[in-house]
């Protein structure tokens, strides 16, 4: 029933993931990378803020948590790398070079962790990246020049796997949605001070129809979809956890269908399966490891 759960939590975070490159993507018209991300990662803070309020947690964070400052230094190091890569290169780029990250949490793992690999498991990897892969075909423009964008991004996948396995770890440890909360809270509220020099310069008043879009891509794809994202990490395996993430991709279309119309091609599906095969993969290895 845990497991099923943690499936459930991460689909769900999953779904809200899936707008956020197109969220902004649409922002960086307006306004510059590194601030979407300031201003994202305040949004996300105020609403964990509000949120342990409501439920009556007290604010405790984890300062001596060795994973806590591993979580906090990759989110950092992601939101630049994403962020400014987007304003280069286009969301379906992005989205397949973010998602390269399964391939970088397998190697990390194996190679800083001493954790053992199984063939079922690079196959699992491997399905998923491939998935991803075909996902994002129709939306590659190999006549564009993106290859700076195209490099940060591949950064904001490698730092996206630093968090991932800190992150799952954490969580793995944890013992209540409190715990979990103040875990999240306090990435979001320490890297958007961390950044917000970054931003002092080049800072603009963002114009009133980027209101919606911030307050959306900081409520929504950020604080309630890492939030679930750790629920379903607290229940999971890291490999699994990981690869959920990869279904982001699948709900980028899927949202695209839903709010703009766009027609879900054949190779989309094609993706969604790969990445769908490679979850369950990851699943039917833990249970014959019995994990």
Known sequence: MSATRGLLFGVIAAFLWGTHSVLVQYLTGSLGGLQIAVLRLYIAAVTLFLMLRVLGHPIALEW???????????????????????????????????????????????????????????????????????????????????????????GAGISWAVFLIAASRAMQASRSTGERLNFLFGIFAVTAVLLTPLTVTSFKMPPAEDFLPLLFLGVFASALAYYFWFEAAARLSTLTATLLFALSVVFTFVNAAIFLGDRITPLEVAGATLIVLGIFLTKSAEVQKGT
């Open 64 to 154: 001596r948590d060795r994973n806590f400052w591993f979580a906090t230094s990759a989110t950092a190091v992601n939101f630049v790398f994403f962020h400014l890569g987007l304003e280069r290169t286009d969301a379906g780029s992005a989205m397949v070079l973010e998602n390269t990250a399964p391939f970088f949490v397998l190697l990390f793992l194996y190679l800083f962790a001493g954790v053992p690999v199984t063939l079922r498991e690079v196959a699992a990897t491997a399905l998923a990246i491939g998935g991803v892969a075909l996902t994002v075909i129709p939306d590659l423009d190999a006549s564009d020049s993106r290859f700076t964008g195209d490099m940060l991004e591949i």
